[in-house]
């Protein structure tokens, strides 16, 4: 059975529009213009503790507070639509893992609450607080005998997978939907896409191996 390993953001999750609608939380009812990545810890993972540490008051900490947890309440909608779809229509034929990165609690917070009961469709849900490889690493040292994907924005973390696993399918995945990072990356994955839907086209035709 095929195993398709996951990233969450920007994969999954439209963080962008997540972040643009926190920033306005903190922005109207913390009276705070400070950018996300203000409160970025050294491995790029954003900590919201040190971002509301820096509302002016407990009173308007007290307001932020509580539009995030409406916010948070409502990560579903943040999901994209052909997310919903890839994965019903995935997880009976492959082996689904989530392997994400973020500072531990947020993180476990944003994925369950946005996925809901979608989260038993995984074998195993990973949360990295400073690299994704470690991950790859187990599966190397298990010295695995089936297909591996991995489907990542980010082309420096497909760049280390495939560096630890050669055999891995990189796909990257850029979203047309999102703002464009304006960087270009040397690294070649094995595949690039703009939605799961054309990864679905990548790992049909390899159901029967």
Known sequence: ?????????????????????????????????????????KYGNFIIDNHLALVPTKAKRKKVKAHIRKLFDDA????????????????????????????????CRKVYLALD???????????AENSKTSY????????????????????????????????IYTVHIVR???PCRGKSDAFVPDFKVGSLTEVLAIISPRKKI
């Open 117 to 127: 009961d979608h989260t038993n469709l995984f074998k195993k849900i990973i949360i």
């Open 1 to 41: 059975m095929p195993k398709l390993v996951l990233d969450f953001d920007r994969t999954l999750f439209d963080t962008w529009q997540f972040t643009t609608a926190m920033k306005e939380i903190f922005k109207v009812y913390g009276s705070i213009n400070i950018p996300i990545t203000a409160s970025y810890d």
């Open 176 to 178: 047309r939907e999102l």
């Open 76 to 107: 579903g909608r943040f999901v994209f639509q052909d997310a919903w779809d890839f994965l019903e229509s995935t997880y009976q034929d492959n082996e689904l893992v989530l392997l994400t990165q973020g500072e531990t609690q947020y993180q």
């Open 136 to 167: 790859f690493r187990e599966i190397s040292e298990a010295n695995p005998r089936h297909e591996i994907f991995f489907i990542d924005d980010k082309s420096a973390q497909l760049e280390a997978a495939k560096k630890i696993l050669h055999q």
